[in-house]
């Protein structure tokens, strides 16, 4: 099919990821699109489809890294197709229950790999956790990484980041964008409950992130791409519609989560940045993530924290007032700056200096730039007022997840009513980005959320 270019909204509808792969794509918006990305491929007995793609690049030595569980559901077919056509496919197979992305499986991957012969691509067998470290290893040694994806799980499969625990802290690295996604509807559909459920809400998210987008071009005139914006918007209202399909399992309804799950990772290799995908309600559940992780326990999966996240942030939209705020004499941090401080210590404990040292470079705090930001807000107030109207109602959303199990309180995430009420007040400053958060701190409204 022929590509329309540039890009913009109108044409956002018949947009294709697959027919845009290795292109450049000048966009609408300004900016030249592009993703490392060159092959998707979903479909039935994928691994069949593994050696021509790695005689395509060139590849002699692919090494292989999975789980027990994502060996027996995916991992063994993919070595099996790999020894039939002739390659080594050499492996390590952790035999953690539950995979963390730390120091430990960092050091046990690397070990396994110095006895491995000369290893030329990396192969990722599983979903989220796995990419992590592999990515991550791939991209210290200068590598290409494929991706066969296990799970519907997250939107980071077409990520060129890693997440990764260190010191206990959740910190981000640079790591190998995969040159291939590639999945088998039967392995998706199978996947547990809970990854079923944490790759929906990670979609549903996507109202809060948008609309937070919407509102850094609105305040701070932030680079924004209304293509961008239609493409993941149409992602999010088909996994909305599918839900109770994918919770039954149907394959079409599960490939398609699936799909919009690499778009939206598509859409920030696009932007170059998580700003499509990823707003107020995904610092919550970082933040949440964090405490947990200081706590020493295993935290729910990424999405299902969102979705929560997300039923916050839909009641924060809708609390603002249709008549802009004073703003006269509101108390921000950056005017307190030593209690603030204080109070990041104390809520962030180790973690805190990152965020103290973020606070120095974040424009968020520099008082010259709020009062451009104040007068922004003030003039553009309706149309701020309007972006409510494109977040559904907490109740409405909470119907939604009723359908696929959910969080619908705090507790079903292990956060306690206090971490929720530090979450608001805390959160957004673990990220230099701006969202309903900063917009209640710029108007002075944040006491409003210690009250809740
Ligand atoms: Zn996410
Ligand atoms: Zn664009």
Known sequence: MSLKLPLDAAGAADFHFQDALGQELPCSCGRVHRTQLEAFIISAKVADRLPDLLRRWGCRHPYLVMDR???????????????????????????????????????????????????????AVGSGTLNDLVRYVAHRRSQPYLVVATAPSMDGYASGASPLIIDRMKQTFPAQSPRAILADPEVLAAAPERLLAAGVGDVLGKYSALADWELGRIVTGESYCPFLVARVARSRDSVLALRRAIFRRELAAVT?????????????????????????????????????????????????????????????????????????????????????????????????????????????????????????????????YALREQVPLRAELEAAYRDVGLPLDAASIRVSPGRERDGLLWARDLRSRYTIFRLYEDLGLSTILGER
């Not at 070595?79 to 056509?85: F, K, S």
């Not at 070990?111 to 691509?121: M, Y």
């Not at 039923?311 to 703003?327: D, G, K, Q």
């Open 256 to 384: 398609e989560l699936f799909y919009a799950l690499v778009e939206v990772g598509i859409a920030m290799d696009y932007q170059g940045s998580s700003r499509p995908a990823s707003g107020a309600e995904h610092h919550l559940a970082h933040f949440w993530e964090m405490q947990q992780l200081l706590d020493g326990c295993h935290a729910p999966p990424h999405g299902i924290q969102v979705a929560y996240g997300a039923l916050l942030t839909a009641e924060l939209w809708r609390a603002l007032p249709a008549i802009c705020p004073t703003t006269e004499g509101a108390l921000t941090h950056a005017g307190d700056r030593p209690s603030w401080e204080q109070g990041i210590r104390r809520i962030y404990g180790p973690a805190a200096p990152p965020v103290l040292a973020l606070a120095d470079t974040d424009p968020v705090h520099n008082p010259a730039l709020r009062r451009d930001r104040l007068a922004a807000i003030r003039a553009n107030w309706p149309q701020i």
């Open 69 to 123: 569980n994502t060996e027996r559901v995916q991992g063994a077919d993919v070595r099996a197709a790999l020894r039939a056509a002739g390659f080594p496919a050499q492996d390590f197979i952790f035999p953690d229950p539950e995979l963390v992305p730390d120091e430990s499986a960092l050091k046990r991957l690397e070990a396994a790999t110095r006895r491995a012969e000369a290893i030329d691509f990396w192969i």
